[in-house]
């Protein structure tokens, strides 16, 4: 079945460095790739998405590049902020007889000043 | 004009009781969904409902029971209440099955005690 795969946190950086939280995926046909953040206490915000392959999805300095040859979505940021600490979440939809969302376990960034 | 909303934020109850949460979306939404997400942050989703009709049914115990009285809303109703069920339960909606991703509410944090 359709699975995702992300990096294992906890991630600590310093304020302004280079961020990148891997994500890899197993499906079966076209999914369409999400990463959501989650800050303390809050519920799950769509953060960018990309529906199709070498589709970028782009939002508040974040960025991951849909690649299917290497099946991945890593985000990236380039200068990462203390208010970026959040968990951030992989998910893919796969549609069709799947039809729900399913998400990676998970990243945690935490940026120091 | 929250797009999704749950209440209540927060529920403290013994073991052995019946309890509700209850979520509603204004955004003209088809489907909805009920996510648990456990102490690790791991995200699993329960129910999801189309249109009033329950689509998606994972494994859960039948203690737990979704329903849905019309497409802008999704309630879950537990039974019998174990310690093994605190976690934060998120409701979400979706338009088209998910393909552009879901829109999540605050969350539920639901603790037995």
């Known amino acids: 079945g359709n699975s995702v795969t992300q990096m294992e946190g906890p991630v600590t950086l310093s304020e302004e460095a280079f961020l990148t939280i891997n994500c890899t995926y197993t499906?079966?046909?076209?999914?369409?790739l999400f990463w959501y953040v989650q800050y303390p206490g809050e519920g799950l915000q769509l953060l960018l998405k990309?529906?199709?392959?070498?589709d970028k999805g782009s939002n508040k300095g974040f960025e991951a590049t849909y690649r299917k040859e290497t099946t991945s979505f890593h985000l990236e940021k380039g200068s990462v902020q203390v208010s970026d600490s959040a968990v951030y979440f992989c998910?893919?939809?796969?549609?069709?007889?799947?039809?729900?969302?399913?998400f990676g376990t998970g990243t945690l960034l935490a940026v120091q000043p | 004009d929250t797009a999704v909303s749950q209440t209540p934020k927060y529920l403290v109850t013994q073991m052995g009781n019946d309890k509700s949460i209850k979520c509603e979306q204004n955004l003209g939404h088809d489907t909805m969904y009920w996510y648990k997400q456990d102490s690790k942050k791991f995200l699993k989703i329960m129910f999801s409902?189309?249109?009033?009709?329950?689509?998606i049914n994972e494994t859960v115990p039948n203690r737990f029971s979704p329903k849905s009285p019309d497409k802008a809303h999704l309630n879950l109703h537990i039974n019998s209440l174990e310690l093994g069920d605190s976690a934060v339960y998120f409701c979400a909606s979706s338009l088209e099955g998910g393909n552009y991703g879901y829109t999540f509410g605050s969350g539920t944090r639901l603790t037995v005690v």
């Open positions: 409902y189309n249109n009033k009709e329950l689509i």
């Open positions: 998910a893919l939809y796969g549609g069709g007889a799947t039809n729900k969302l399913i």
């Open positions: 990309a529906t199709k392959a070498d």
């Open positions: 499906a079966t046909g076209y999914p369409s």
